[in-house]
């Protein structure tokens, strides 16, 4: 079974800089999914970015990236030019590439992260 | 924000009543999803539709009953709850239910308080 690991329950970065988030994960898998999600303070989770695992090429979104390692099974988002908007839970989520039971997205546990003014 | 709907947003409820938990969403998709996020612990994901047939339960207790009338439409019937199904309920709805192929997307949530 799939498995995602947030290893950092809470982080803090002051507003501009650049800060990096944690996902780990295990499947057995060799073609999939992963995504980070944003969830606000009492507000909607939104997804930030997806990657395929079949792609080299890490994926970006604005201030956004994300640094894939497959055979590390690791993927880690950067945050850079820090907003107070920014400031959320981030969810890493892992996806399989089939339909069912087995393509169920799988969360982790999450990151708080605090932007700091 | 308004592409999942979620009623209500908040809900204080007695451990012998009944209330209904209400999902909508207007991005045309074919799957719809109930999850429970409780602190400190991954999304749980509760039942899943595709095509308004139920595709997954989750071993979710029977006192959470799940409806789907249409593809737009989620329901989560609620009845004798315990405290421990305090928790935000989230809604989501992919184009189809193919795995990571389909994005989620997801309601604002319901944040469930049992007395």
């Known amino acids: 079974a799939q498995t995602v690991t947030q290893s950092q329950p809470e982080m803090s970065v002051q507003e501009a800089e650049t800060v990096t988030l944690s996902c780990t994960y295990d499947t057995s898998e060799n073609n999939y999914y992963l995504f980070w999600y944003k969830q606000p303070p009492s507000r909607q989770m939104i997804l930030v970015i997806r990657q395929e695992a079949y792609k080299q090429q890490n994926a970006t979104e604005n201030r956004f990236s994300v640094n894939f390692q497959k055979a590390a099974k690791s993927f880690s988002l950067k945050i850079s030019d820090s907003q107070l908007g920014d400031t959320a839970m981030y969810f890493c989520?892992?996806?399989?590439?089939?339909?069912?039971?087995?393509?169920?997205?799988?969360f982790g546990k999450g990151t708080k992260l605090s932007v700091k003014p | 924000e308004t592409g999942v709907t979620q009623t209500p947003r908040h809900l204080v409820m007695g451990m012998t009543n009944k209330k209904s938990l209400k999902c909508e969403q207007h991005l045309g998709h074919n799957a719809m999803y109930w999850y429970k996020q409780s602190a400190k612990k991954p999304l749980e994901l509760m039942f899943v539709?595709?095509?308004?047939?139920?595709?997954e339960n989750n071993s979710v207790p029977s006192r959470f009953s799940p409806e789907c009338p249409n593809s737009s439409h989620l329901f989560l019937h609620l009845h004798t709850l315990q405290p421990e199904d305090s928790a935000l309920y989230l809604c989501a709805s992919s184009q189809d239910q193919r795995g990571g192929l389909d994005t989620q997307y997801f309601g604002p949530g319901t944040r469930l308080t049992v007395l």
């Open positions: 539709y595709n095509f308004k047939e139920q595709t």
């Open positions: 989520a892992f996806g399989g590439a089939y339909g069912g039971s087995q393509g169920n997205l799988i």
